[in-house]
């Protein structure tokens, strides 16, 4: 049980690259989402997949696309990178049902570290 | 507007000590969190409490939702607790996006 995995670790790239960043989860977890942290804040929620087949944004979306391509796998593309997108990204799942009142743990991957420069 | 403020932001201990971390919070809450960051970046959850106590070991939460926060009690301190401790919330309504605190840098000292 693997629980949250993330690929690449770390990933250099130049002004106006595309890259995609993978996740997996393998607890059966119906949310999924995708955070930012940039040197010495917390993280951002940029977007979050409540189940298989849907999308929503977060705080910061912009410059970022993601696609849920099954219940345990949710991907991020930047499609041109900026040096403002450079930063640590964390991926994380949880049981989320939508139901008040019951314990929904959001549990985090290892993280990929981006430079763009 | 919505917020999450964490206190101290810096905390220096010698091995041993005990200590207390704060956040505040600015409306009422679905869910609540306290991550550590260690030295490697890797989030570790601590608790999940968004109303009540809970302890695990050398570890304890309380929460006062009427209140607006939450407590972490560090005891007997050692050098692997050092890092960042992180506070997040989930605010009111049907959602379950976490809102991340700036954090608390631990050091603990031999």
């Known amino acids: 049980n693997a629980g949250v995995t993330q690929t690449p670790k770390f990933q250099v790239l130049k002004t106006g690259q595309s890259m995609t960043l993978q996740c997996a989860q393998d607890m059966n977890h119906n949310s999924m989402y995708w955070y930012r942290q940039d040197p010495g804040m917390g993280l951002r929620l940029i977007y979050y997949s409540a189940s298989e087949g849907t999308t929503d944004k977060g705080e910061v979306p912009n410059g970022y696309n993601v696609s849920r391509l099954n219940k345990r796998e949710f991907s991020l593309r930047l499609e041109s990178a900026a040096p403002s997108q450079t930063s640590v990204y964390f991926c994380?799942?949880?049981?989320?049902?939508?139901?008040?009142?019951?314990?929904?743990?959001?549990?985090f991957g290892p993280g990929t570290r981006l430079l763009v420069l | 507007g919505i917020q999450v403020e964490q206190s101290p932001p810096d905390l220096i201990l010698q091995e041993g000590a005990n200590s207390t971390l704060r956040c505040n919070f600015s409306?009422?809450?679905?869910?609540l969190q306290w991550f550590h960051q260690n030295p490697w970046g890797q989030l570790i959850n601590l608790f999940y409490?968004?109303?009540g106590t809970k302890q695990n070991g050398r570890l304890s939460a309380t929460t006062v939702a009427t209140e607006r926060y939450s407590l972490l009690y560090i005891s007997s301190s050692q050098t692997t607790d050092s890092g960042v401790y992180f506070c997040?919330?989930?605010?009111?309504?049907?959602?379950?996006?976490?809102?991340f605190g700036t954090g608390t840098l631990l050091a603990v000292q031999p």
């Open positions: 409306d009422s809450v679905n869910n």
């Open positions: 409490i968004p109303s």
């Open positions: 994380a799942s949880s049981e989320w049902t939508g139901f008040a009142g019951k314990e929904e743990t959001q549990y």
């Open positions: 997040a919330v989930v605010f009111g309504g049907a959602t379950n996006k976490l809102i």
